[in-house]
């Protein structure tokens, strides 16, 4: 579990992502967001791929460290954070099994579909606990 200390710079880093990210997709971006009434750009990726990509990374941080840290701290919803940790589970059976490689690419392959999955059935919701 984290301590609530500072973060190190690469987890702040990648909390001002995760944070960027989402921004994005929710069509916050400020100036260089979408306007009121248009589309968002087709540079922009749909909300279940940047969930897909941060769960990914996270997934493989867990899966190298060994243990979970707090899902706010990963900048994760409490709904991306279940799908890391049966993404973790997995991957943690595959790499016992199958070796590293497999685990590599479960990760990419459970993070998409259980995105998928969670946007399907509404994503997010209100709250940090969405």
Do not use: K
Not at 72 to 79: D, F, P, R, V, Y
Not at 102 to 126: F, H, K, M, N, T
């Amino acid at each position: 579990m984290a301590t609530g200390g500072p973060l190190s710079p690469r987890a702040a880093r990648l909390l001002a992502l995760a944070f960027t990210m989402s921004l994005s997709a929710a069509g916050c971006g400020g100036s260089g967001g979408p306007a009121a009434g248009s589309t968002p750009s087709a540079a922009t990726p749909p909300p279940e791929a940047l969930c897909a990509r941060i769960v990914a990374h996270w997934s493989r941080e867990v899966l190298d460290s060994g243990t979970y840290g707090d899902y706010q701290s990963m900048g994760l919803s409490n709904g991306q954070y279940d799908i890391l940790r049966a993404v973790v589970d997995a991957a943690r059976a595959a790499r016992r099994s199958q070796g590293a490689r497999a685990a590599d690419e479960l990760i990419d392959r459970q993070a998409r579909a259980g995105c998928v999955r969670w946007y399907r059935s509404g994503g997010p919701g209100e709250g940090p606990w969405s």
